[in-house]
C-alpha cells in the first residue's frame, strides 16, 4: 500500500495514520483487500468550490449550483 502512496494512487497520510493507530504491519494487512481509501474529486465549474467524495453534492456550498455543474476532477 505504502508504494501506491508513493505513486500518488492513494493519500500517504491515511497510510502513516493506518500506521499510527494500527501498527506499521496493519498497512500489509489492509492491502489485499483493495481497500478504496481516495475519494473522487469534484468542482464546481461556475465558482471553483472543490468536494471531496463518490458523488458530487447536490448543491454547490459557496454559489448554489446544481449538481450537474460539478466536474470530476483527475
Known amino acids: ?5 508513493q505513486q ?5 497520510s ?8 494500527f501498527g506499521k504491519d ?10 478504496k481509501l481516495t475519494t473522487n474529486k469534484w468542482k464546481c465549474s461556475v465558482c ?3 468536494y471531496e467524495g ?3 453534492p447536490a ?6 449550483s ?3 455543474q460539478f466536474e470530476l476532477m483527475d
Do not use: F
Request: hydrophobic share 40%; glycine share 4%.
Open 1 to 5: 500500500m505504502r508504494d501506491m502512496a
Open 8 to 12: 500518488g494512487k492513494i493519500d500517504l
Open 14 to 21: 491515511i497510510v502513516d495514520e493506518i500506521d499510527l493507530v
Open 26 to 35: 496493519a498497512v500489509d494487512e489492509v492491502e489485499p483487500y483493495n481497500v
Open 48 to 50: 471553483g468550490y472543490v
Open 54 to 56: 463518490d458523488t458530487p
Open 59 to 64: 448543491s454547490c456550498p459557496i454559489c448554489d
Open 66 to 68: 446544481d449538481m450537474d
